[in-house]
């Protein structure tokens, strides 16, 4: 003789981690910070820089399309040799952190108009900007 059983579950049931998003950001820093695992290498004036893809095509409408138009595996290059690698490293910065960390000179030689047009040529346009963190470091 068989016993049958009937477990009742709720249509829906959600357990969080209050931290989930943030400890994945820290992570991704940390990878970011190591060069750990990163598939991308962005061709700079005068540096070659790394990243992850994922993580600049989530942010960015510009790196998305160049993902979505050369989706070969393997380590990908992005030729970014009109931009200068100080000004990707900031926009870096802001991708991984959501932090515009500026050089003091951007306060003081008025670079921040040439800075923000770098920045919406790479797709982060004043909207993703806004409310952001703006820290010039010495």
């Known amino acids: 003789m068989?016993?049958?059983f009937r477990i009742y579950c709720?249509?829906?049931?959600?357990?969080?981690?209050?931290?989930?998003?943030?400890?994945i950001a820290a992570s991704l820093l940390e990878f970011f910070e190591k060069e750990f695992l990163c598939d991308t290498v962005?061709?700079?004036?005068?540096?070659?820089?790394?990243?992850?893809?994922?993580?600049?095509a989530a942010v960015s409408p510009v790196f998305r399309?160049?993902?979505?138009?050369?989706?070969?595996p393997g380590l990908q290059y992005i030729d970014l040799s009109s931009f200068e690698s100080e000004t990707v490293e900031i926009a870096l910065n802001f991708i991984y952190t959501g932090k515009l960390?500026?050089?003091?000179?951007?306060?003081h030689v008025g670079k921040l108009p040439q800075l923000f047009a770098?920045?919406?040529d790479l797709g982060l346009e004043a909207q993703r900007l806004h409310g952001c963190e703006i820290r010039f470091l010495r």
């Open 2 to 4: 068989f016993l049958f």
């Open 118 to 120: 770098t920045l919406k």
């Open 42 to 56: 962005l061709i700079t004036r005068s540096k070659q820089l790394k990243a992850h893809s994922i993580l600049l």
């Open 10 to 23: 709720p249509l829906k049931s959600e357990m969080s981690t209050p931290n989930h998003f943030s400890e």
């Open 101 to 107: 960390l500026l050089p003091v000179q951007y306060a």
């Open 65 to 72: 399309t160049a993902f979505e138009e050369n989706s070969c």
